[in-house]
């Protein structure tokens, strides 16, 4: 498995205007989207450098099969839990963008639930041949369900709470822009007798975003680091917190969900 860690994958994205706009309206932002030649926001990368595969080429999990950007460790379960990003300069709208994707880790052990693995993925962007933003997203792939011990960590007191409103049709739409079929979160049989969740599990990816754009608004990120505790359930309430660089989700049980945190 080492023989993937470190070899490159380049791909390239025109950086349709129209994507940033989709997304926008997808996250329910406040003011106007970003117009053709505007900086975009944090992690609005998402939106493009698609990996697009035919409907064999994807697994039972609804992802694609991995070997591309991810490493195949013949285990059919996966979840993004943590992404790290640093920003040289932002993307912009309109503006064809080049990614350069490699492996930069990998891991492997036997858990609870049976065997784990491990991968950091790191992306690197680049706009009129300058590096504008390094994204380095880790990786769990698992054998069986999720495991249900996981124990719960109380979150701390509520700092600038905001309570998250997340509905099906938010996470259909954020899936459909990003083009993130993973079945956790838009298949609840699958999501609940297969992979072993309560219910549709919202994306960590939109968790992060959520938390960036809130802290971005105060001034432009250069760093952003963002961790997955427990997966959050579509239908539990949420509520985003805010206290100077660090940000945090809970749920209605005052159990941390993820945790933050933000550069300036």
Not at 189 to 201: I, K, P
């Amino acid at each position: 498995m080492s023989d993937v860690v470190g070899k490159m994958h380049v791909t390239h994205d025109r950086m349709d205007p129209v994507r940033a706009i989709a997304l926008h309206a997808a996250l329910g932002c406040a003011g106007l989207p970003p117009d053709p030649g505007d900086p975009l926001p944090p992690f609005f990368q998402s939106a493009y450098f698609w990996e697009v595969a035919p409907a064999q080429g994807l697994g039972g999990d609804g992802c694609p099969l991995a070997g591309t950007c991810v490493p195949d460790f013949d285990l059919p379960f996966r979840r993004m839990t943590a992404v790290r990003l640093r920003v040289q300069r932002p993307l912009r709208s309109g503006e064809p963008a080049e990614r350069r994707s490699q492996v930069t880790a990998v891991g492997q052990k036997v858990g609870r639930a049976g065997p784990i693995a491990q991968a950091t993925v790191r992306h690197d962007f680049h706009q009129g041949g300058r590096l504008c933003l390094s994204e380095q997203r880790d990786f769990v792939f698992r054998s069986g369900p999720i495991a249900n011990d996981i124990q719960p960590a109380p979150a701390p007191y509520d700092s600038d709470p905001l309570a998250l409103h997340l509905d099906p049709v938010s996470l259909f739409r954020f899936g459909a822009v990003t083009f993130d079929s993973h079945r956790v979160q838009y298949d609840g049989d699958y999501a609940r007798e297969v992979e072993g969740y309560s219910g549709r599990a919202v994306p960590a990816a939109y968790l992060a975003m959520i938390l960036a754009m809130r802290v971005d608004a105060m001034a432009p990120l250069r760093r952003f680091s963002f961790r997955e505790l427990r997966p959050l359930v579509l239908g539990e309430e949420a509520v985003s917190n805010h206290r100077g660089s660090d940000l945090w989700v809970r749920n209605g049980d005052g159990v941390l969900v993820s945790r933050a945190v933000a550069g300036w």
